[in-house]
């Protein structure tokens, strides 16, 4: 999850070459939001066309395109149902296709992810649910019953109209409380670690969760607030990790095990709540 980063997650401490990630409008929603740190540039080189790949349900259009800066395969879906396999610099493209093959469960699985992220409402109005820390909580009516203002969870706000779609304001008051909350847990873990930390700022990323500069600056997501605390802990604790090591070798993991023990369930939390970046 470092500056610069894609936005991938492979698995945790994996050292197999092959990463899978799924792209959807542009916003990476990988197998689960994982490490974060690798740098892929944009791919160069001049794409396949015309290849297909066979799936249960029927054929997809596949995409090979050579990346000299790649380390690894890279296997992305993409929103539009076409799937795109970057192939590295020692790497054959008979190997991306056997790469995209080997992983085609992945993919049909990942297809009706989309599907289903796709049927859900765009709109928060009244009586919606939405996920605030953690839990599924309804938008409701004030408790008085006046239009001007609506509660969800523990929070409360007011509204310009409660019979309009409320997810702009929402939003921007779900920011204003990561703003408030996230900093000084920062800071707190920062202390607790014995790290130096920059300025730490709290953004609007449509591809990742949070990123460490090598300069020591932190930037947040303002969703990690929609989260359960141990797993906005955990990218915290991920990215100060990369204080220490600013890459996701074995010995980041293992400072992460070390800081973080419930890492792996909060992965497992973050690979099944990824299109909360669409």
Same mark, same amino acid.
């Given at each position: 999850?470092?500056?610069g980063s894609l936005k991938?997650?492979? $698995?945790?401490?994996?050292t197999?070459? +092959?990463t899978?990630?799924l792209?959807a409008? /542009?916003?990476c929603?990988? %197998?689960t939001?994982?490490v974060q740190?690798?740098f892929?540039p944009k791919p160069?080189?001049?794409p396949?066309?015309g290849?297909a790949?066979?799936?249960?349900?029927?054929q997809i259009?596949l995409?090979?395109?050579?990346?000299?800066?790649?380390?690894?395969?890279?296997?992305?879906?993409h929103q539009?149902?076409?799937?795109r396999v970057t192939?590295?610099r020692?790497?054959?493209a $008979?190997?991306a296709?056997?790469?995209? +093959?080997r992983?085609?469960?992945?993919?049909e /699985?990942q297809l009706?992810r %989309?599907?289903?992220?796709?049927?859900?409402p765009?709109?928060?109005r009244?009586g919606?649910e939405i996920?605030?820390?953690g839990?599924?909580?309804?938008?409701?009516?004030?408790?008085?019953?006046?239009?001007s203002?609506?509660?969800f969870g523990s929070?409360?706000?007011?509204v310009?109209?409660?019979?309009a779609?409320?997810r702009?304001e929402i939003?921007?008051?779900?920011w204003?409380l990561?703003?408030k909350?996230?900093?000084?847990r920062?800071?707190?873990?920062a202390a607790?670690?014995q790290?130096?930390v920059?300025?730490v700022s709290?953004?609007?990323?449509?591809?990742?969760?949070?990123?460490?500069s090598?300069r020591g600056t932190i930037?947040?997501n303002?969703?990690?607030?929609?989260?359960?605390?141990?797993?906005?802990?955990?990218?915290?604790v991920h990215e100060?990790m990369h204080l220490?090591?600013?890459?996701?070798?074995?010995?980041f993991w293992?400072?992460?095990?070390?800081?973080?023990p419930?890492y792996q369930?909060a992965?497992?939390?973050?690979?099944?709540h990824a299109?909360?970046?669409?």
């Open positions: 999850m470092s500056e991938e997650y492979p $698995s945790i401490g994996n197999n070459r +092959e899978l990630d792209i409008n /542009g916003e929603t990988s %197998l939001e994982r740190s690798e892929h160069v080189g001049h396949t066309a290849e790949l066979a799936l249960a349900g029927g259009p995409t090979l395109i050579r990346n000299p800066r790649a380390r690894r395969y890279i296997l992305r879906l539009d149902g076409h799937a192939i590295p020692s790497g054959s $008979s190997e296709r056997r790469f995209a +093959e992983n085609k469960a992945w993919i /699985g009706q %989309l599907a289903s992220v796709s049927n859900r765009n709109e928060w009244v919606t996920l605030f820390r839990e599924a909580v309804k938008v409701e009516v004030s408790i008085n019953g006046e239009c203002s609506v509660r929070e409360a706000l007011k310009t109209d409660c019979a779609d409320l702009g939003e921007r008051h779900l204003k990561a703003a909350e996230l900093p000084p920062v800071l707190e873990f607790r670690h790290l130096q920059g300025p709290v953004r609007n990323q449509r591809s990742r969760w949070g990123s460490c090598r930037s947040l303002w969703r990690l607030v929609q989260a359960p605390r141990f797993v906005s802990d955990y990218i915290i100060l220490r090591q600013m890459n996701h070798s074995p010995r293992t400072e992460v095990a070390r800081a973080f419930m369930a992965e497992h939390w973050l690979k099944h299109s909360l970046l669409r």
